[in-house]
């Protein structure tokens, strides 16, 4: 069974930055896309991140050049950089992969840009 467990989330200032990590157990990451969505309140959960196992990164729109996934698979974790933190950027972060066919997700970490 696959677990995923978040952590680096906290409050900061707008214009700041957040290191978050994800580290994986019951599976091989190596052999996996990761995945990092977020979800605001009232909001539907969205894709963030994206890092194949050849290491090819995808971005949504919104984080374009502020940040940055990546991922050692000797620590069986994944990262999520973010710079130049948005108020708009709130939100639950979660990791996710896709094992056997069913998405698996962490219980998240919190978020929260603020003046």
């Known amino acids: 069974q696959v677990q995923l467990v978040e952590s680096g989330g906290g409050l900061v200032q707008p214009g700041g930055s957040l290191k978050l990590s994800c580290i994986a157990s019951?599976?091989?990451?190596?052999?996996?896309?990761m995945n990092w969505y977020r979800q605001a309140p009232g909001k539907q959960r969205e894709l963030v991140a994206s890092?194949?196992?050849?290491?090819?990164?995808n971005y949504a729109d919104f984080v374009k050049g502020r940040f940055t996934i990546s991922r050692d698979n000797a620590k069986s974790t994944v990262y999520l950089q973010m710079n130049t933190l948005k108020p708009e950027d709130t939100g639950r972060y979660y990791c996710n992969t896709i094992q056997w066919g069913n998405p698996n997700w962490g219980q998240g970490t919190q978020v929260t840009v603020s003046s």
């Open positions: 019951g599976t091989i990451i190596s052999f996996k896309t």
């Open positions: 890092i194949t196992s050849t290491g090819n990164t």
